[in-house]
């Protein structure tokens, strides 16, 4: 299924060329690095991952590397950089034996196996039937995974076993997809693997410290909508923060414990999950069990086509769930104790219609705030865990707003037609007058996709002064801050100046005064 979005995103000045995820959000560059090994074939990467030593950048020409004949891939050596030669992950795709392969049901792409600092970049995982990523032995702390198209993987994209050793990982601005759904009953190596529900996003044990963010999960599904979570945590994790993804269309979104109940372990102890955006797909938006001291904070889960995307609560100690937007209920299955909540709003059935009118585009995803006269916007608590919102921007120094959205951070002076319809706009800046930085809202629209992109700023006397943004640019809402400096980093002189934004074919101004 396809979606067109329109979320905001903050761009960096200085990462003018950096790619813009599934949904809208630019992603870092990665540090330069020396020692680097190009490849351009399966045999070279293999050859490669043969003779890895630490600290070498392994760098894969864009193409298609068919590693079925050559799995698992192990890595062990400290300081490993995996990546594609550009910041589109599709350039590059890694393709194993298949989704529904029976030749290999135990198929894994990637074995880590005591490899710390290890970074994988910038390319697509495909085609595996059992886990593209696996922790398999430790230690592997510091790992980050960036920018990774995982594409149709039967059972588990990211898996960390009972026997995990990694600390402190990253999991960012990756999109973890399938576009098919198993059979109910599929070959297996035991009944649970043969089942076509027993498949996940992410599946992790004892973790401690991961960093679950700015992700989006697509169509994480089981043959009889009984898949385990997209993003799931359980029997041991501690400090767990999953925050600022996006989740469309699967079973579950998030659990942190195992589905229906814990088995006697506690799951997840300490961590967030917060400022997450669930198009709810299925049965549930959030299932918490078996698990201590985790707070859910300001998530919104909501579809005016689903039956339900509310919270399963069951076996907790210490737990708090506040300032959610929720389409259905906090289910408290009696056991544990009952957890803290309050600033909730539940949605029902007869009420789908009319709260859907608050969102952006709720039918694409884009659960955006787009009128203060939403019963959600300042009604809020302000909460100590959250200082920011979806976009990873800063929330009301005042009282702030339930859900993953703050109000006063969308485009208030722009029409909200031309966003929704998908036209060009360029938004005024605010703060105006500013000091330090203002924030320059404009979008591209669906027949300029891909135009050549440039955003300007003009000095009073009539010089360009500095250029924000110059790239080739999807349709799309975006947004980028000028921090009123110079190409040289000097701050500018105060006075009245123009920021010009130019698609090729359309030219639009609009004016900021910097006050020193």
């Known amino acids: 299924m396809t979606y067109q979005f329109i979320i905001s995103c903050i761009l960096v000045a200085s990462a003018v060329h950096a790619y813009v995820t599934f949904d809208g959000k630019t992603v870092p ?165 043969s089942s076509g529900d027993y498949i996940a996003g992410m599946d992790i044990m004892n973790a401690d410290n991961w960093v679950v963010h700015d992700n989006c999960f697509l169509n994480i599904k089981g043959a009889t909508g009984q898949g385990r979570a997209a993003c799931f945590f359980w029997h041991g994790d501690t400090n767990i923060i999953v925050e600022r993804n996006t989740f469309i269309n699967c079973d579950r979104a998030i659990s942190y414990g195992s589905p229906g109940g814990g088995d006697g372990t506690t799951m997840v102890v300490g961590g967030y999950i917060r400022n997450n955006m669930i198009l709810a797909g299925g049965t549930i938006g959030i299932d918490l069990n078996g698990s201590t001291n985790v707070k859910v904070y300001n998530n919104t ?26 389409l259905g209920s906090i289910t408290y299955l009696g056991e ?39 019963s959600v916007v300042n009604c809020g608590l302000n909460l100590s865990g959250v200082t920011n919102d979806w976009d990873n921007l800063p929330r009301s120094d005042g009282q702030t707003d339930i859900g993953a959205d703050e109000y006063s951070n969308n485009p208030a002076d722009i029409d909200v037609a031309a966003v929704v319809s998908g036209k060009t706009y360029l938004g005024n800046p605010t703060p105006n007058p500013f000091n330090p930085s203002t924030l320059i809202r404009y979008g591209i629209s669906n027949n300029r996709s891909g135009a050549f992109i440039t955003i300007t700023i003009i000095s009073p006397d009539g010089r360009r002064m500095k250029t924000l943004v110059k790239r080739h640019q999807l349709a799309g809402n975006y947004a980028i801050v000028w921090d009123g400096t110079n190409e040289m980093g000097h701050k500018a002189a105060s006075g009245m100046y123009c920021i010009r934004l130019s698609t090729g074919r359309e030219v639009m101004t609009t004016k900021a005064v910097f006050i020193q």
């Open 29 to 193: 560059p990665l540090p330069q690095t020396a020692n680097v090994y190009n490849c351009t074939t399966a045999f070279q990467f293999r050859a490669a991952l043969n003779t890895q030593t630490a600290n070498r950048t392994i760098v894969l020409a864009n193409g298609t590397y068919a590693m079925g004949n050559y799995e698992y891939l192990t890595l062990t050596a400290d300081g490993l950089t995996i990546r594609g030669a550009t910041d589109d992950p599709n350039g590059v795709v890694i393709v194993g034996k298949g989704m529904d392969n029976c030749v290999d049901v135990e198929e894994e792409i990637f074995r880590f196996e005591g490899a710390n600092n290890v970074t994988i970049a910038n390319l697509t995982i495909s085609e595996c039937r059992c886990n593209a990523v696996k922790f398999q032995s430790g230690p592997n702390a510091n790992v980050i995974l960036q920018n990774i198209h995982f594409l149709n993987v039967g059972e588990r994209m990211i898996k960390g076993p009972h026997t995990l050793d990694a600390q402190a990982c990253s999991i960012r601005y990756c999109l973890f997809e399938n576009t098919r759904v198993p059979p109910s009953i599929r070959c297996g190596g035991s009944t649970v693997d």
């Open 301 to 326: 889960s909501f579809s005016s086509l689903g039956s339900s995307g509310g919270i399963i609560s069951n076996q907790n100690q210490g737990c708090e769930i506040k300032n959610n937007i929720l």
């Open 336 to 374: 544990g104790e009952a957890p803290d909540t309050a600033k909730n709003v539940f949605v029902s059935r007869t009420q789908k219609a009319i709260i859907a009118r608050w969102f952006q585009d709720e039918a694409n995803a884009d659960l955006h705030l787009k009128t203060d006269t939403a």
